[in-house]
């Protein structure tokens, strides 16, 4: 989902602090600022939800779901008035980038607390993203937003859950390192070859069996009771 906010991007500013009588009172100096931009942002996804765009609205929906977020901010500058023809095509071509304040980081913060609980529910739910700055004829904020596909398949979440990427990571180098399989099938090979492989491998999966027990047991656990299999050997009392 694509919003486009019209206007010069906004840069957040730090709170503000006013003494009045030895009692300071603290305050946000942007609060009108980012009620405005909260309204353009609701208005949007409204928009969206609702759109004739069947795919558009779904995707908007999807957001209400997700766990977390890709967002990428995109922020156009305006062009000084006071700059030549020369340097205002430069800019233009971005040529001449736009490496000044605002910083990206002070606008991306901005808008990302404008977009709590209007988005997502926190911006702590950003994952990943992007962010360019340039100039600009028609200054604005163009925010991308889609949810994370939900990468856990129930097929393999048990196993993922409960192993650590090292240790499939090193079962799998292990495997590797046990000599050309895939390239000679196992009845091709000599009697002598098949007996080395053959001790090869028993001996890696004895020593990752060995390392994982207590994994493994857990997994099997896990998948009987996914698949409501009764667990062989247990006593009923």
Known sequence: MRIIIPGNPIAKMRARHVTTKNFVRTY???DALKKICKMKLTKAVKDAFSSQNKQLAIETSKLGYAKDFDVSFYFYMEVPKSDSIKEKNLKLWNISPHNKKPDTSNMIKFYEDCANEILFEDDSMITS????????????????IMPKKDLLNKDYSNTLSIFEPDDIQNLIF????LGPCSELRVEEMSDNERE?????????FEAFAELH???LLKLKKLRQKDNKIPMEGRTLC
Do not use: H, M
Request: net charge positive; charged share 35%; proline share 6%.
């Open 28 to 30: 946000d100096p942007q």
């Open 129 to 144: 993203g992007r962010y360019f700055k340039c100039y600009s004829k028609n200054p604005r904020t163009e925010i991308n």
């Open 174 to 177: 292990k495997v590797f390192e």
């Open 196 to 204: 080395s492989y053959f001790e090869k491998a028993s001996k890696v």
């Open 213 to 215: 027990i207590d994994k």
